[in-house]
């Protein structure tokens, strides 16, 4: 056996495989995690393949340890990743906010499955949205992309780590099972062709830096455990030298930055795919294997004579609140094909404000959604 | 637009996502065009009904799933009745004479290749999903010959190339055959 | 451990600015914090390269008061984040300095498995018999018949003898001592230190606050001189015969002291195998 | 049943002289430099601090050897001890 | 030292022993849980009371393992509770997932503290008002409780049991450290006095009961482990016998149950306080100790001509849309204050539907609004 | 257990609606699983008043499979949703039937938490030494250098001795068999069942699926002829000599049978001396 | 609607959320008012600084808070420069003594209490709380003086009722002198 | 190093005749009832069923003793044994 290094070309993968690839070319070294369906093959291309290119591959006890591992490892210099489905979501989910109150970069890959709680544990879904914005407790911003393909897969998995880096902060990748077991061709890049972006470090001397102040894009930049700084890092509330201070005004300051380092940031954050989107009067909303199969309904709606466009989530967090409530008043309805029981459908509601109604199409998983449900939906909401 | 869509199906254990996964990448990497892969499972690690999806099409596809498949191939009873029954003549009928026994009504039409039994002929029967790919190949334009070939060679475990081209080669014959022999039937 | 060695006294370990630090009057952490930043300091380690990570609770608070990288993470998961921290830069010596709640309740599952896995990194886990941070409730620790505030009518579970649980799960150093015992303590640290693998080291420390009042043993004194007049050092012995029960003896000492390969030693042998050193990473550029 | 000696080390110690130094401000008057001097040389005052808390004094002073037990024991970094020649911390 | 049973009278206590109280007198006999501030008087009020009368009191490993065991308890006979704040609450989550699937009565308390990860253990906020409604993976519907004063603590949490019994499903009691902490008079009524709801028993014989048939409110009687029954329970999508059925078909009808059976009943479930809403201009709308700071501004605003009105909170969720969308149409704008970067104010905004203007009184926690906040936003929305 | 024996047979306490399981050919739970019905019909307990939960895995679809008041929970909490179950009703007879990395893993806390405070129940632990239902990673009763899905080079994690660390722990029942010795395996398990206290049962059984084929064990009857060549019945073994090596013997029988007061029992010994018999539960009226 | 706000201060340890308690108690369950009790503290479990805030009033009070106290007991000197300092000529102020130099400024108005020093002679320094309660009574009209004997004796542990009892009554007398002589000074 | 005997309490099982009952649609042809009898009674045929397992037939059921072992090892509850004279389940 000889050591592999970073692939190039084009390869048939499946979603999962080529998140690991992605990791891999984002230069992830790290990967701590626990198999669940159907996410393990995440982990197994990563047992595989990190010990080819001088990475670490751990296997722990648990989710919590999993999430708590890879802190640990970005703070020890790694990029570092974990991925998990539903149930190892759900207990990550302390954890996840240790990651986003210490501005810790990492990623999270989340292949969903139906739920609740061990629910069709081999069948698609999509029910995990709201708990990547709001599952761990208290206040924190949050960064989630939604990929559509296993080539997304890829790509956004390398966007995931660049944002985690760029921002300091835990980045999800909310994918599902179809696309996570589904195979297709992924075009890997040379990797010189790859932009890869990495944690900001300190430029202060070392007496200096302070791990908790930020610069003017409100992200402090990042200096690794065992390079002198000898700092102190911890989930309690915190000044920027990283020392507890337990006072509402210490939780203020810290932690609105925490939501504004995301929020005030969104234009460089959000991705969206949008397709005739002008003049249309009707704007389908979806993600993930939804906007593949809402695309069907789509072409089909079209061919009716209906103005349809569509607006694919690629950043489902931060929300694009601008740009819905721009079209809301453009146009007559969303129609949201997810599946479960409407939750990106409660945010484009909102931003909609009640100037285009929304029309949710849920579907509580285990398949995807029949194509002519949707094509009913927005054939109804054109009118 | 052209799309084609495939279902290969049997039980577990037969290599069938193998199948599948080498068909995609024939016609993927090695044909250039665009193929989706999808699987369904029961609950069962071993054992259980197992179908392997593909969409092939010139454009990336965005529905991912078959609905109107021109061939489905099927390795046992259980899957012939689930997936390969109810087809229609526009669809192409492929099945391992030894393990199904088609109803009467697609008797006629229905093309038989005893996959396992050839498999078996070469020592493992682990192989009688290449002897069906090496089959499908011959009686079916889903990918070209060469793609397919290369797609088998660059899945298989190493060591074990020559039996898989011999397996491959075994099908694609007896695939040829029953083609000119049903051609003769007309 | 590579020399390097830098003058440093204890008052340079600390973060002046965060001294008097949080603990009661008469809380035995001040002590074994101490014993620990002596130990340090006389082991010679890099100290750029020392990284110190608690859980929660008032022994999680330690990590905020070493001038050294340290981290204050969750309750119970100091050990899953240490073992990241150790893994992605082995050059780090990874110390773990944590309460026996922390680690041995919520946390315990995390122990046994570093234990098991030989991850190398030492543990100093003190044990006060109860949970200080929250108020005085139960843990794993407190022994059969003891008050807490969630046992007000006595303890009516029975505590785990932590060095035996920790030896049967892999541990490669396990030794037991008070904040009373300062010198031997350090001692032992020391050598928890410089031990490759997995090295535990108990110390149990007054809590006169959530502990001691609750159980006739008012100040921290108190149960200092109970330490003093209690313990009985048993180097070698079995740690099965070293449990504790409420009013009894403390077994102090060094229980196991053995070799065995690392998680790195091991991973190391067979991706050696796998990847003989020949074989460089390469970029693979064939279409497959 | 007690296998305990004391004082700790007693005997690996030079018998140099010490002087104690104390940090009024970090005392909390826990008692356990006063407990485990194995010299007696220091004894709870009336003296309290900002907080409230009894300090301690060296009443005896000339009897320290400078072992630094007080030093390693005391829980509130608030003592430590130097010899009389060199005025530096004995132990690290 | 004697049993002393229930209790009865005038009493001065806080929110979090007033809780426990609740618990006992709606018949809760099994605890476990795990210490954590601000919520620990809870668990230690049960430990010293559940002896008293006869139940039980287990201190648990960590929460993962509390809200396991209440699940047992609960299908033990026993009406079960723990409580925890935000880290434990975060731990919580796979396992309220499972009670949501497995439609099992009981009551979880989260004491709300300052957040993300550690934040500020024991100062105030209202940080977990969303993960109360999407912290666990997956679909499912959830019935949360926001008591104002120990007195609400006490008597919701007697009404959190009732509608766990009467809905199998899990009930949050969504308080805050200033509630929990703060002592006021509690009323105990004589035991005889207080509602008491119990689960609904299956009356078939043994042999044909289907433990998860739901009656006409779409909620299945339920039988207990030892009665005889031998039923199978899980947490995989299962079908009216409860056994696993890995089918979208499945999954539709049961998880769209689980859903509908709080959705419809939500006029049973919905308990709101509403004080000078007719003909206001501007309503307040506020839950927990917000609501009581917001009452100060609120009488300053009506003291200045304002016509504001108060609604408060007192079920959380399941949201009152209704209510919110009929008062959005005859009013100028909400005022939501709460402890939290803006939580329930993104349900009133959504429900608004841009009918009323939805104001955010934002506020990161460890201390209350300052009323004045809260006026001035009054005072600008009624502009 | 007082009698109000049922007659029943092995095919009345399965749910026979749900048979053919799902389980593979050669899969060594379906023998698992009939030893252990075996066991519990000789065991004469009322069969209304047995309970069995499980957790998430190829051992944990047992639950749905036994016509008893049967519990399929999360993954790793079985025993504490058993713990509420026991405590909730005393009368139930609780048995835990799960997987190595269902109990070990995930799990691993509850498992050394329930063994300490000896909580009655009992565990029948099945050691196929991998997690078969998500494909075969490794778990930590994986024996070092095997083959997994993630650990393709070979594992290099030692695994935990389970029996070794349960003793620890506190059980007061620990035995292992496989699932070739069908009548010693239900043997012990009646006994275990017989145990008051945390009795604990370990089952060696083949995966060949997942974790024999890439061991060269490529049928359930491989693995179970190797069982038999390489079983070392022990009893009374000391629990620190029976950890298992890739290839090497298995050492099976009882290792563990000793007597402790249960969770229960201390509960009550404690709470009667609070409140004697005599105070009666009572409703007090005084405002205070 | 009556409202008063009052604020007992010291350090952890001296008993102040005991004595806040009490005030709650007796005002609202042995006067039948209502009171709210809240406290303040920082990370310390001991030794840190320490408030309890009441609000008592007849109406069931909304706004939790104290923001004007009409009383504040101080029992530390860090707790008077943090809570009484400041205070107006109208807020009526109350320290122990020994423990607390009052800045100039305040220096003629305050009452003075040697609570821990009563409490000592009683045998007990526990007990200065409960002094210093007996004081506030004698002082304030915060609650009627058999509401807060009730409230003592209802919140002290068993077998400490007599002790308990010297100590407010010593504290009561106290601070009837007290007032008696600020009275005869003006 | 083996202390393995066999087959299991052989001894103490009477002498009687067995039946053996085979639910065919249950075996998943692991063969563990085929290895493990102690009289060899079974062997693997050529039938398979329904999934396409090779199902087991009694080749030699005059040797049968009805020890149970195969019904009691066979993970498929598809095997019984019944004595020749009862014609009911000698294992419960
Ligand atoms: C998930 C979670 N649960 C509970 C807590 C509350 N908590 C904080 S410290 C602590 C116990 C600490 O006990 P120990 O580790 O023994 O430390 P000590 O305070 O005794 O030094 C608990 C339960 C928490 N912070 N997080
Ligand atoms: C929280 C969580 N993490 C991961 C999983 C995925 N999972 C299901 S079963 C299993 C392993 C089971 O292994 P074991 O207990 O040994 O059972 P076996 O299948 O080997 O019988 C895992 C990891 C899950 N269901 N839930
Ligand atoms: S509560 Fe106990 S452990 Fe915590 S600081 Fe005080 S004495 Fe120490
Ligand atoms: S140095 Fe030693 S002798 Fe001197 S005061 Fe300290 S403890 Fe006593
Ligand atoms: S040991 Fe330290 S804190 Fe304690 S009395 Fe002595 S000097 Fe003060
Ligand atoms: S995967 Fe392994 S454990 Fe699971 S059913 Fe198959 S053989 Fe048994
Ligand atoms: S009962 Fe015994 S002898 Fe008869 S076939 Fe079965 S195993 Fe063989
Ligand atoms: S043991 Fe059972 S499943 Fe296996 S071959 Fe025999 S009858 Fe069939
Ligand atoms: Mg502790
Ligand atoms: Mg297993």
Known sequence: MSRHGLLEGEYFMNGDVASAEGAICAGCRFFAGYPITPAT???????????????????????????????????????????????????????????????????????????????????????????????????????????????????????????????????????????????????????????????RKPTVPVSEYLP????????????????????????LTHDERGYPDMTAEAQEKLVRRLIDKIELNKDDIIELEEDEIDGADVVVCSYGISARVALLAVKAAREEGIKVGMLRLITAWPFPNNRIKELAGKIKAFVVPELNAGQMALEVERCAGGAAETVLVGHMGGNVHDPQVILKAIRKASK | MSRKEIRLSGFGGQGIVLAGLIVGKAASIFDGKNATFTQAYGPEARGGSCSAQLVITDEPAAYPYVTNP????????????????????????????????????????????????????????????????????????????????????????KGTEELNTNAFNRGYECGKERIKAAGENQ | MNGNHEEVNIEGLLRADRIPHIWCPGCGLGSVLRSFLSALIKSELPLDKVAVVSGIGCTGRTAGYVKLDSFHTTHGRAIPFATGLKLANPELKVIVFSGD???????????????????????????????????????????????????????????????????????????????????????????????????????????????????????????????????????????????????????????????????????????????????????????? | MKYWRKPLDQDKVKPVHGRIHLLPERCKGCGFCVKFCPRDVLEESERVNKKGYHLIDAVREDECVACGLCEAICPDFAISVTTEDEMESTSV
């Open chain 1, 212 to 235: 908790f102040k930020p610069d003017a894009d409100l992200v402090p930049p990042m200096g690794n455990a065992g390079e002198g700084y000898r700092y102190h890092v911890t989930g």
């Open chain 2, 70 to 157: 021109v061939v489905v191939v099927a390795m046992s009873q259980e899957a012939y009745t689930k997936y390969a029954s109810q087809m229609g003549e526009e669809v192409q009928l492929i099945i391992d004479e030894d393990l199904v026994v088609p109803d009467k009504s697609q008797e006629n039409r229905i093309l038989k290749v005893p996959a396992t039994r050839i498999a078996q002929e070469l020592g493992r029967s682990a192989v009688a999903n290449i002897v069906m790919i090496g089959f499908l190949t011959a009686v079916s334009d889903v990918t070209s010959v060469e793609a397919m070939k290369k797609a088998v060679l660059d899945s298989v475990p």
């Open chain 3, 101 to 288: 709640g922390d680690l041995s309740s919520i946390g315990g599952n995390h122990l046994i498995h570093a234990a098991r896995r030989n991850m190398d990194m030492t543990i100093i886990c003190v044990n006060n018999f109860t949970y200080g941070m929250t108020g005085g409730q139960a843990a794993p620790t407190t022994p059969l018949n003891a008050r807490t505030s969630t046992t007000p009518y006595g303890n009516y579970e029975i505590p785990f003898n932590i060095p035996y649980l920790i030896a049967a799960a892999g541990a490669v150093y396990v030794s037991r001592w008070t904040a009373m015992h300062v010198r031997r303590l350090e001692k032992s640290i020391i050598e928890a230190i410089h031990k490759k693998g997995f090295s535990f080291v108990e110390a149990i420390a007054p809590c006169p606050t959530q502990y001691g009042r609750k159980n006739r043993q008012a100040t921290g004194l108190t149960q200092m001189n109970y330490y003093r007049d209690n313990s009985i050092i048993n180097h070698g012995a079995d740690p099965r015969d070293v449990g504790i029960e409420l009013n009894g003896p403390i077994n102090v000492g060094k229980f196991v002291d053995i070799d065995r390969a690392t998680f790195s030693d091991l991973q190391a042998d067979i991706l050696d195998k796998a990847f003989p050193p020949e074989s460089k990473p390469q970029t693979e550029t064939t279409r497959t």
């Open chain 1, 41 to 199: 093959e995440v982990a197994e291309r990563m047992a595989e393949r990190l010990p080819e290119v001088g990475g670490t591959f751990i296997q722990m006890e648990d989710e919590i340890a999993s999430m708590a591992a890879i802190l640990g490892g970005s703070w020890g210099g790694a990029k570092s990743m974990t991925s998990t489905s539903g149930p190892g979501f759900s207990l990550m989910m302390e954890n996840l906010g240790l990651g986003a109150m210490t501005e810790t970069p990492c990623v999270v890959v989340n292949v969903q499955r139906a739920g609740p709680s061990t629910g069709l544990p081999t069948l698609t879904a999509q029910g995990d949205m709201m708990q990547a914005r709001w599952g761990s407790h208290g206040l924190y911003g949050i960064i989630a992309l939604a990929p559509s393909s296993p080539q997304e897969m890829f790509e956004l998995t390398i966007k995931a780590f660049n944002l985690s880096e760029k921002y300091r902060t835990p980045v999800l990748i909310m994918t599902d099972e179809s696309v996570g077991h589904m195979s297709e061709k992924v075009v890997i890049p040379p990797s010189n062709q790859i932009e890869v972006f990495d944690r």
